[in-house]
């Protein structure tokens, strides 16, 4: 760590530190892209990832506050907070020319709290309309119904965009730019459209039928999430993870769970840890049989879509015996665990371990080694690995191209160190890598399950808590790894009963951005199943 | 007359008073026998085939394609063509929570929806917002936007809900009048006398 | 086997016996109409229910079951649905053409059903050049798809409509081409020459290896021709939601509907009319008995049930395989199918002038 902090202050003089979590950087906007640069670029820092990217209002400042890791350097995090000089009109560098998931992420950042991010070459709302009146996670935002009541009318296609330029003597400039050419054919294929997964809307600017360029429009299922857990206790914010990923409800709400109790300090019995793990993999194992479906379907193949759902209504029957639920199941709690283990369990687990095998191999003979499947997934899509890294695409999509980034292997929690499992890697970078990644690691799934099953600690399921939950002071960043990808929480408590501030990192976020980036001179066709094979779940994007 | 639902006892629906009153009503005005007649061949037609509208926002679209699947098979009631145009749906099954953005989307996605067309508010979120019923940017409840014929609650609801849901909105479709009940060219009268600039434009 | 003709000239003769000539054909004209339009709704009702049964069965479903027994009634209650649905025109569009669009694609897959002999005699007219006669009527559908697409104002109609118009006519060739081989070998358009060619032998056995290959590439660009799934990009649900009849409703859409089971069941009865032998039993050379056996079973149950078979085939295609791409579809088509069914029709020239056949 001492040597980070030497190597920073040599490039960036005055910057500060504070410990906490995870190394805190404190520095000032005007030298905030230098020292981003040089963080990235610099071969001993190397922080090649943007992790997070908080927007933050501290009352007498806006701000954010970037989490950064170094793939070299054995996953180290540090942690960056900017604070933008006016607060009047907010403005702080923008960092997407040097991490391209910052595009996506400083837009939210603006849509939420105005910050306007100076460089940024598209500086539009991401989830509100464009209408909307004010910004909706400043701390003095007036939540009247009437200044935004629900809109009658339908929206305008927001063709203009905006950039804010600096030039050389630092004056910051407004340029108006457009986001499609005035002669493209453009398509609009959702927010209601049978294949995007939800209420996504891709615009897609079509040369015939090849995609010149895609401009994501998401937040048809923007629910305020992060705004909401600001006024509830900590045990009352748990639920709202289960309706986000509603595929990995078990690994976000551990997330957020082993995030609290992180800055707890409490301690978590081996009985619960155990069974969270497997909780987990139960719902990997389900989440990658809809995925399977799903891209199956996607590409007319409805048979093998059946295929995947049997097989995924024998998971949700162990998840009801014991959670009591088949979706949103509400199970993991501060502490531990809600319940225990139903008397089936075992049995039950046991008995999906012995199908899932040869089922996998059915699911081939369906549909993997279908010449058709192949030729449509194959060098389609391509995410070449650099992109990857720089777009922060996590998960199974990221392993498609070659990236190790299991956060199970990386940062490693719960009883992850216990068991053995390999990380699976495929190096194709297109979608038949992406799917592929799935399918195996489903195997994989089961192997951790096998090792578990007989394994289950006795003992108590949850740790004593207090009836009233407060934090200390301070920020905490958790990860965990989701179905689709690394999920974080980041929690800034004020030391009262409820957070001051809780920011969801989604992996799906991240996945929508590179949509563009995939599609460009692929078909419509294509468009389906890279979305497929990416395996987006919407309100996971627009929590 | 009675309404009833093949094979389903009447003693598990009886808990729909809406429904139990409009049976009353049709029972004490009558009706004429020929029409009558026809009236419960086509009201037969429609609530065995009906036709949804694929369109899920969140959590409840899942339990709806494992309502689809081959445990639940929604197949069997005839449900299962799941069109993809609001042209060729019968009914809208809100799944899932509706934000201020989706609100004038989903309006019209009703209005497309060609008559005679139903709502299905699925879900906490469609019933009432749910557990997000206090965000800056949720519809409390899609009646506010839409009516509603048939609520089911849950978050999500099971397939079982699912299908009694749908079973209660057969036993509405039973009873209503296609004779004088829905009339469309009334409609578009009225919609002509609101916008006299569109005359001409459609037909 | 039983011929046909002689009910259809005792109908001719009892008209004939007490209304004038004209009189009389308009008569039969009339019950030729009704019964066509009869079979045509029955037939796609129940290519319907076959479907959706079918696929139920192969996804490890029931499909429907509860609507009279085993889901009978089922179509039933979606066509009376279909015919009170509104009909929504709309702002912007061809209405003239809009309207139009549907009736096409319904005459044309009509007037090719009309084509089809189910048994020896039962047919309205036996063109001596039949075949070439349901080829040239069944490209007039797709004329109905490019206008429903172009009229509805709408870009995924429009996409969908020149997707279909590509394929249709690329498949078409491959499509004549297989025909013509056999056309080649029996050396008649005539159906009915066609057939009774088949009384010893089906063509599908007599044109050994040539008649084999054209029956592949038949039945594969016969699922492209009636734009079913691997092919089904047209109407392609999970991209361009419901293709080119995205904009109708109702009546309209139960048209393109009930033209796409319908063409459906078109395709394979030109299947089994010329491979397997139309109306003939099915015999095995040599087992007298047998063949006994099979003559008793009247043709048009012979002919329906080889429709089926085949539908079933095309059908199981759609259930299991993948969507492919529309520059893989046209390039298999241009760069594969086409080269070898030309290829195939040299071979069977060269065979049938060397006599290398049954």
């Given at each position: ?543 | ?202 037909d | 086997m039983f011929d046909f003709s002689i009910v259809t000239n005792w109908v001719n003769d009892l008209l004939m016996g007490f209304l004038p000539s004209w009189a009389a054909v308009l008569v039969e004209c009339v019950i030729i109409g009704v019964c066509v339009l009869l079979a045509y709704t029955v037939l796609a009702l129940f290519y319907i229910l076959y479907e959706r049964k079918l696929c139920a069965w192969f996804q490890c479903r029931l499909g429907p079951m509860r609507v009279g027994p085993w889901g009978l009634l089922q179509v039933f209650a979606d066509m009376f649905k279909i015919l009170i649905k509104e009909l929504i025109s709309l702002k912007g569009t061809d209405r003239f053409l809009f309207k139009l669009a549907p009736y096409i694609i319904i005459t044309s897959s009509v007037v090719m059903l009309a084509c089809l002999p189910w048994g020896n005699g039962l047919q309205i007219i036996d063109y001596n050049i039949g075949i070439f006669f349901i080829l040239a009527v069944s490209s007039v559908g797709v004329l109905g798809i490019l206008l429903a697409g172009w009229a509805s104002n709408n870009k995924y109609t ?201």
């Amino acid at each position: 760590m001492n040597d980070i902090k030497e190597k920073i202050l040599s490039i960036c003089p005055s910057a500060t530190f504070e410990e906490g979590e995870y190394l805190q950087i404190n520095v000032a906007d005007k030298d905030w892209f230098p020292l981003a640069k040089a963080m990235k670029e610099d071969r001993e820092l190397n922080f090649d990832v943007l992790t997070a990217v908080v927007g933050m209002d501290w009352k007498e400042a806006y701000g954010v506050v970037y989490y950064l890791t170094s793939t070299t350097h054995d996953w180290d995090v540090v942690c960056v907070k900017v604070e933008a000089p006016d607060r009047k009109d907010p403005m702080i560098h923008s960092v997407s020319s040097l991490w391209k998931v910052a595009l996506f992420q400083e837009r939210e950042v603006y849509d939420f709290f105005g910050i306007k991010f100076i460089n940024h070459p598209d500086m539009r709302r991401m989830f509100l309309r464009n209408d909307w009146k004010g910004f909706p996670l400043r701390k003095d935002y007036d939540a009247d119904p009437k200044l935004n009541p629900i809109p009658k009318d339908d929206e305008k296609n927001e063709d203009d965009t905006r950039s804010y330029v600096e030039d050389e003597k630092g004056k910051v400039t407004c340029v108006p730019g457009k986001v499609f050419a005035p002669g493209d054919y453009v398509v609009n294929v959702g927010p209601q459209h049978p294949s995007t997964h939800g209420v996504m809307r891709f615009r897609c600017a079509v040369d015939g039928e090849i995609v010149t360029k895609v401009d994501v429009v998401s937040g048809y299922i923007h629910r305020g999430i992060e705004k909401l857990c600001e006024e509830l206790g900590y045990p009352q914010i748990l639920h709202f993870t289960d309706r986000m990923d509603y595929m990995s409800a078990h690994q976000n709400r551990e997330c957020l769970c082993m995030c609290i109790e992180k800055a707890m300090g409490l301690e978590v019995p081996e009985r619960a840890v155990v069974i969270r793990a497997m909780m987990d993999e139960l719902m990997r194992i389900s989440s990658h049989l809809l995925a399977f479906g799903c891209t199956a379907m996607d590409l007319g193949a409805t048979t093998a879509f059946f295929y995947g759902f049997r097989e995924r209504e024998q998971v949700l029957d162990i998840f009801e015996k014991t959670c009591g639920a088949r979706m949103s199941m509400n199970y993991n709690v501060i502490g531990g665990v809600i319940a225990d283990l139903h008397p089936d369990f075992v049995k039950d687990v046991k008995e999906l371990i012995r199908i899932m095998p040869e089922r996998i191999k059915e699911y081939h003979k369906v549909f993997s080694g279908n010449i058709i499947a192949m030729n449509r997934l194959k060098k389609v899509g391509m995410l070449p690995l650099e992109d990857a890294v720089n777009y922060c695409i996590t998960g199974p999509s990221g392993r498609g191209s070659g990236w190790s980034c299991d956060c199970r292997k990386k940062h490693p929690y719960g009883a992850y160190p216990q068991v053995k499992f390999e990380e699976v890697l495929e190096y194709g970078c297109d979608s038949y890598a992406r799917y592929m990644v799935r399918m195996r690691e489903i195997e994989e799934s089961v192997k951790i399950l096998e090792q578990l099953v007989d394994r289950i600690p006795e003992g108590p399921i949850r740790a004593q808590v207090p009836k009233i939950i407060k934090l200390p002071v301070g920020r905490w960043y958790q990860q965990v790894e989701a179905s689709r990808g690394t999920f974080g929480v980041y929690i800034e408590s004020d030391g009262g009963k409820t957070p001051y501030r809780v920011h969801f990192q989604s992996p799906c976020f991240n996945l929508v951005g590179v949509m563009d980036l995939c599609c460009r001179g692929n078909m419509i066709a294509d468009l389906i199943t890279i979305g497929a094979a990416l395996d987006f779940v919407i309100p996971d994007i627009d929590r | 007359m009675e309404v009833n639902i093949k094979s389903m006892k009447r003693e598990d629906f009886k808990d729909n008073e809406y429904i139990d009153k409009l049976v009353e009503e049709l029972n004490a005005t009558g009706a004429n026998v020929a029409v009558g007649k026809l009236d419960q061949l086509i009201n037969w037609g429609i609530s065995n085939s009906l036709w949804p509208l694929t369109f899920g926002t969140s959590c409840c679209a899942i339990e709806f394609m494992s309502l689809g699947a081959a445990r639940y098979d929604m197949a069997r009631f005839g449900f299962e063509v799941a069109r993809n145009s609001p042209r060729q749906a019968d009914y809208i099954m809100v799944q899932g929570t509706i934000v201020h953005r989706m609100a004038p989307v989903l309006v019209r996605l009703y209005e497309q929806l060609a008559e005679p067309k139903y709502v299905i508010a699925c879900g906490g979120c469609a019933v009432s917002g749910g557990p997000f019923k206090k965000s800056y940017c949720v519809v409390n409840g899609v009646d506010q936007i839409l009516p509603v014929d048939v609520y089911i609650p849950g978050c999500p609801p099971r397939p079982e809900a699912f299908f009694y849901g749908l079973m209660q909105l057969q036993r509405k479709i039973k009873v209503q009048k296609f004779f004088g009940g829905v009339n469309r060219q009334e409609k578009v009268e009225e919609f002509f006398r609101q916008h006299p600039e569109e005359r001409g434009q459609i037909d | 086997m039983f011929d046909f003709s002689i009910v259809t000239n005792w109908v001719n003769d009892l008209l004939m016996g007490f209304l004038p000539s004209w009189a009389a054909v308009l008569v039969e004209c009339v019950i030729i109409g009704v019964c066509v339009l009869l079979a045509y709704t029955v037939l796609a009702l129940f290519y319907i229910l076959y479907e959706r049964k079918l696929c139920a069965w192969f996804q490890c479903r029931l499909g429907p079951m509860r609507v009279g027994p085993w889901g009978l009634l089922q179509v039933f209650a979606d066509m009376f649905k279909i015919l009170i649905k509104e009909l929504i025109s709309l702002k912007g569009t061809d209405r003239f053409l809009f309207k139009l669009a549907p009736y096409i694609i319904i005459t044309s897959s009509v007037v090719m059903l009309a084509c089809l002999p189910w048994g020896n005699g039962l047919q309205i007219i036996d063109y001596n050049i039949g075949i070439f006669f349901i080829l040239a009527v069944s490209s007039v559908g797709v004329l109905g798809i490019l206008l429903a697409g172009w009229a509805s104002n709408n870009k995924y109609t429009l996409i969908g409509a020149m997707r279909s118009g590509a394929q249709m006519i690329s498949y078409e060739i491959s499509l004549g081409l297989a025909l013509i081989s056999i056309v080649v070998f029996a050396g008649t358009m005539n159906i009915t020459d066609l057939v009774a060619e088949q009384q010893s032998a089906w063509f599908l056995f007599r044109g050994h290896i040539p008649a084999i290959i054209a029956f592949l590439i038949y039945i594969v660009a016969a699922t492209a021709e009636t734009n079913r799934g691997p092919f089904d990009l047209p109407e392609a649900e999970h991209e361009l939601v419901a293709g080119y009849h995205t904009e109708y409703s109702g009546i309209h859409f139960g048209f393109f509907y009930l033209a796409e089971y319908l063409n459906l069941f078109i395709v394979s009865g030109i299947a089994s009319l010329m491979f397997l032998g139309g109306w003939m039993p099915f015999h095995v050379p040599g087992w007298d008995g047998f063949n006994e056996i099979m003559n008793y079973i009247p043709g048009p149950v012979w002919f329906l049930a080889k429709a089926f078979f085949i539908s079933f085939v095309i059908i199981w295609f759609k259930w299991t395989f993948p969507r492919v791409r529309i520059d893989q579809m046209l390039a298999f088509e241009w760069k594969y199918l086409m080269p070898l069914s030309l290829l195939n029709l040299v071979l069977m020239a060269v065979c049938v002038a060397l006599g290398w056949h049954f």
